[in-house]
Structure formats: structure tokens, C-alpha cells
């Protein structure tokens, strides 16, 4: 079983920025596809942001040149920034780890408003 831990969420103002984190529970990380998705309220869940084993990248329109995934082997991490974030980025975000079996995290909060 792996358990993921998301933080960094929380309330920020049109065009600010966060950066969340996920941390796997143990060492699987260096093979499987991480991935960050969000779920707004009424909403079905999406994916907002993809990075494979080797790195490579792929993300929502609706965040292109906004955010940027990226992870860390070493510390079992993948981290999202989002920056010029906008109302409509409002949601919980989970972060999501494919390898064998998939395993969700918890999600964490982001409000964007003023």
C-alpha cells in the first residue's frame, strides 16, 4: 500500500501563485506516472497536469503556461506550481501515482478569489 500526502493548498488571490506537494508514503516512485487532478464542486474530477518515469509533460489547456508539474526521485515528491491562478482554478486537487495498482491522495483545497 502507498499513501499519498498532498499540502500547500489554501486561499490565494486572482493572479497569485501556490505550489502544492505530494509525497509518496515509500520508494516506488522513480517508475510509475504521477499526475495532479481537481474536482470542483458540481464538477467531475479532471486531470489538470501529467509526468511520466522519464519526465515528460502534459497538461490541460485550460493551464498551459500557468502550471508546471514537475518531481523529485530522490524525495518521493512531485510538486505542482500554478501560477496566474484564476477563480475558476478553484478545487481540490489529488495528486495521483500509476504504477502496478493507482493510489489517489487525500486532495487538498485551493480557493482562488478576492
Known amino acids: 500500500q502507498v499513501q499519498l500526502v498532498e499540502s500547500g493548498g489554501g486561499l490565494v488571490q486572482p493572479g497569485g501563485s501556490l505550489r502544492l506537494s505530494c509525497a509518496a508514503s515509500?520508494?516506488?516512485?522513480?517508475?510509475?506516472?504521477m499526475a495532479w487532478y481537481r474536482q470542483a464542486p458540481g464538477q467531475q474530477r479532471e486531470s489538470v497536469a501529467v509526468?511520466?518515469?522519464?519526465?515528460?509533460?502534459n497538461y490541460a489547456d485550460s493551464v498551459k503556461g500557468r502550471f508546471t508539474i514537475s518531481r523529485d526521485n530522490a524525495k518521493n515528491t512531485v510538486y505542482l506550481q500554478m501560477n496566474s491562478l484564476k477563480p475558476e482554478d478553484t478545487a481540490v486537487y489529488y495528486c495521483?501515482?500509476?504504477?502496478?495498482?493507482?493510489?489517489w491522495g487525500q486532495g487538498t483545497q485551493v480557493t482562488v478569489s478576492s
Open positions: 495521483m501515482l500509476r504504477g502496478i495498482a493507482t493510489y
Open positions: 515509500r520508494s516506488i516512485f522513480s517508475g510509475v506516472l
Open positions: 509526468i511520466t518515469s522519464s519526465g515528460s509533460t
